[in-house]
């Protein structure tokens, strides 16, 4: 599977973005999908995640209320919907897959998933 991320932008403090991640080459729908990001001289954090048996999500505390996870299987995409943007949401976003066995307190490491596509740069600036 490859994965390819983008829909990232410049916005404003308060506005909406939503990024894709769209996957070719295999079967999307057997594994668990997972947003992270990175900001400038920071380590990679988890944003968030979709367990693929039940749909069950997982945010960082920082997103939640604000961000939304999703997928369509039927066309191998993943999706971050990002409102009420706010400056600390600048970053590279990297979505990610990983095994759908993976259990509910490795959902958040980054070290769960190893399937990895190239990030979209996300700036909220006024």
């Known amino acids: 599977v490859q994965l390819q991320a983008f829909g990232g932008g410049l916005v404003q403090p308060g506005d909406s973005l939503r990024l894709t991640c769209a996957a070719s080459g295999q079967s999307f729908s057997a594994y668990n999908l997972g947003w992270f990001r990175q900001a400038p001289g920071k380590e990679r954090e988890f944003v968030a995640a979709?367990?693929?048996?039940?749909?069950?999500?997982y945010y960082a505390q920082s997103v939640k209320g604000r961000f939304t996870i999703s997928k369509d299987n039927a066309v191998g995409t993943g999706y971050l919907q990002m409102n009420s943007l706010k400056p600390e949401d600048t970053a590279v976003y990297y979505c990610a897959l990983g095994p759908q066995s993976t259990i509910t307190s490795e959902m958040y490491s980054a070290r769960s998933y190893y399937i990895w596509g190239q990030g979209t740069q996300v700036t909220v600036s006024s």
């Open positions: 979709l367990r693929r048996r039940g749909g069950t999500t």
